[in-house]
């Protein structure tokens, strides 16, 4: 069966902090991967996602993640926070044959200004 | 122009009661799914149509019933609600069944049941 699984319940930073999120999937064929993003009382946005190429792939607002397939994993990464990057992230996948996202559990992400 | 909207973005209503979740898409994409999210967060797939006809169902009680009535619509109708029915429902949008291709959302439903 197909999951996705994000390591990190509840991640607390300071401005201008790194970012890693973690992520990681159990598929053994071809994945779409993706990270969206819900800010409070908001609808969920596509900040990045992989499908084939080059494994690391750069998103809006600063964010890239990196797929490494020995690993099954991609992760999301970000230089620098700030307060506005204060949302739910959320990695999900996609197999080929598939239609619907897999999603994990998601990552808080709380930045103190 | 939005491109995946919802009515109503808020649903309070009691127990018992029967209520409907209204999607419409403007993109011309062909597939629709309906998620849940819990209390938790948690975001789980229902229901997928592609073209007006369903695709994906997945084990979700059957008080729960999609409606295409065409592929810019997929509406949502749950009778007899019960309390665990309270969630957030989200709308989505894809271009097709398969192949490589992101999913839109729309700004999701509150679903209260007292």
């Known amino acids: 069966a197909q999951s996705v699984s994000q390591h990190n319940h509840h991640v607390i930073l300071s401005e201008a902090a790194s970012l890693e999120l973690g992520c990681n999937y159990s598929?053994?064929?071809?994945?779409?991967l993706f990270w969206y993003v819900q800010y409070p009382g908001q609808h969920l946005q596509l900040l990045l996602k992989?499908?084939?190429?080059?494994?690391l792939v750069k998103g809006i607002k600063g964010f890239e993640a990196e797929f490494i397939k020995s690993k099954f994993s991609f992760n999301l990464r970000k230089p620098s926070v700030q307060w506005s990057d204060t949302a739910e992230y959320f990695c999900a996948l996609r197999n080929q044959a598939g239609t619907a996202l897999i999603f994990g559990k998601g990552t808080t992400l709380s930045v103190s200004s | 122009d939005t491109a995946v909207s919802q009515t109503p973005k808020y649903l309070v209503t009691q127990m018992g009661n029967d209520k409907s979740i209204k999607c419409e898409q403007n993109l011309g994409h062909d597939t629709m799914y309906w998620y849940k999210q819990d209390s938790k967060k948690f975001l789980k797939i229902m229901f997928s149509?592609?073209?007006?006809?369903?695709?994906i169902n997945e084990t979700v009680p059957n008080r729960f019933s999609p409606k295409s009535p065409d592929k810019a619509h997929l509406n949502l109708h749950i009778n007899s609600l019960e309390l665990g029915d309270s969630a957030v429902y989200f709308c989505a949008s894809s271009p097709g069944g398969q192949g490589s291709y992101e999913q839109y959302f729309g700004p999701g439903t509150r679903l209260t049941v007292t």
């Open positions: 149509y592609n073209n007006k006809e369903l695709i």
């Open positions: 992989y499908f084939s190429g080059d494994p």
């Open positions: 598929y053994g064929g071809t994945v779409n």
